[in-house]
């Protein structure tokens, strides 16, 4: 059962503007999300944290990409957002979402999304 849903990659040229999107599932029983972050893994290469947003509202971010992409959340839909500006070859990566919550039965509970693929041409 598919808990996380993710859209919004493709193929975009160097300098060019991308938004990933990431919904949690209503069949998904949850009190709280903690924590909602963004991975990459590009070919060959360890998968990356890009950027965190806390139930709080703060945000970190990976030097990488720090000023260029934005993480955001729309509670009312439980969805996750990545706003990347400026965009580099060296973003090609697939762009994976990670949520940290609650259940409804108190324990802690870690959801992933399949997964977008990006590719920023040069």
């Known amino acids: 059962q598919v808990q996380l849903v993710e859209s919004g990659g493709g193929l975009v040229q160097a300098g060019g503007s991308l938004r990933l999107s990431c919904s949690l599932s209503?069949?998904?029983?949850?009190?709280?999300?903690?924590?909602m972050n963004w991975y990459r893994q590009a070919p060959g290469k360890q998968r990356e944290l890009v950027a965190v947003?806390?139930?709080?509202?703060?945000?970190n971010y990976a030097d990488t990409v720090k000023g260029r992409f934005t993480i955001s959340r729309d509670n009312a839909k439980n969805t996750v957002y990545l706003q990347m500006s400026s965009l580099k070859p060296e973003d090609t990566a697939v762009y994976l979402c990670?949520?940290?919550?609650?259940?409804?039965?108190?324990?802690?509970?870690?959801?992933w999304g399949q997964g977008t693929q990006v590719t920023v041409s040069s």
């Open positions: 947003l806390l139930s709080g509202g703060d945000t």
């Open positions: 990670n949520v940290g919550a609650t259940s409804t039965w108190g324990t802690l509970v870690n959801y």
């Open positions: 209503a069949s998904v029983r949850i009190s709280k999300i903690n924590v």
